[in-house]
């Protein structure tokens, strides 16, 4: 199952998320779920770098784990536009769990400390 954990600050802002595992949906290179979590996953992280050009903390393995941070102490503007471009991401990853929520699950959590 792949599972997708946002973290969101007190004020209710995505700081970062992650996305680890594997769907199993269908044969490696077939699997529709996996690809789709990538295409959404990794086309935000690019449309945020493209459209903001805030660079966030980016951590990546072969065995399906994406880590993404958004660095502090961004502009509200910035910071603004980096909220929506994230928000579109779960809306998307929101509308694969809700078809194929056997093979993807999201966790949203508090950060405890700011």
């Not at 805030?54 to 910035?78: N, Y």
């Amino acid at each position: 199952m792949i599972e997708v954990t946002v973290i969101r600050n007190k004020s209710e802002l995505i700081q970062s998320f992650t996305i680890s595992g594997h769907a199993f949906f269908a044969k490696r290179g077939k699997d529709i779920v996996c690809a789709g979590v990538s295409a959404v996953s990794v086309g935000a992280i690019n449309a945020v770098h493209a459209l903001t050009g805030v660079t966030p903390l980016i951590e990546q393995k072969e065995d399906g784990f994406l880590s993404c941070t958004i660095p502090d102490q961004l502009s509200d503007e910035a910071n603004a536009k980096v909220q929506l471009l994230l928000q579109g991401m779960i809306v998307s990853l929101q509308t694969i769990e809700e078809e194929y929520g056997q093979h993807i699950k999201i966790t949203f959590k508090k950060q405890e400390v700011e």
